[in-house]
């Protein structure tokens, strides 16, 4: 996962902050109002690089890869409630990540970076 936190972006400011996936792959899922970014859109809007990359391995890397692609290929429509957080929750579950349930209707980058424990996992950045 990648996550650039809230606050000043080139772009603006940005409320939520927002975070990423890279799978086994290198399918990349960028879900913002406007459509699937790459990451270098990413690092564009933000005007850096992501503040955190957390590596989190999958019981099923496959089925997490599988589901990216459908993604991409399948769901454009973005809503508070199918936003950057729950595509990469949604990745995260297919792959078999444990305890990834759902956790609220309006997920968020750091409501999904807690609920995915982190510490458990390799974190790189801030």
């Avoid at 799978?23 to 990451?39: I, W």
């Avoid at 503040?51 to 599988?66: F, G, Q, R, T, Y």
Wanted: hydrophobic content about 35%; charged content about 15%.
């Amino acid at each position: 996962m990648l996550a650039w936190g809230a606050g000043p972006s080139a772009s603006g400011k940005s409320i939520a902050g927002h975070i990423s996936i890279v799978t086994n792959d290198g399918t990349y899922v960028s879900h913002f109002p406007d459509g699937y970014h790459a990451l270098n859109q990413d690092v564009a809007v933000y005007g850096r690089p992501p503040d955190l990359a957390i590596n989190i391995p999958l019981p099923s890397e496959s089925v997490a890869s599988a589901k990216a692609r459908d993604l991409l290929n399948n769901d454009n429509d973005w809503t508070v409630v199918n936003d950057c957080a729950d595509d990469v929750q949604k990745i995260l579950q297919a792959g078999g990540l444990p305890g990834s349930g759902y956790i609220s209707i309006i997920n968020t980058p750091n409501l999904l970076i807690e609920n995915v424990s982190p510490s458990n996992y390799p974190i790189q950045g801030k």
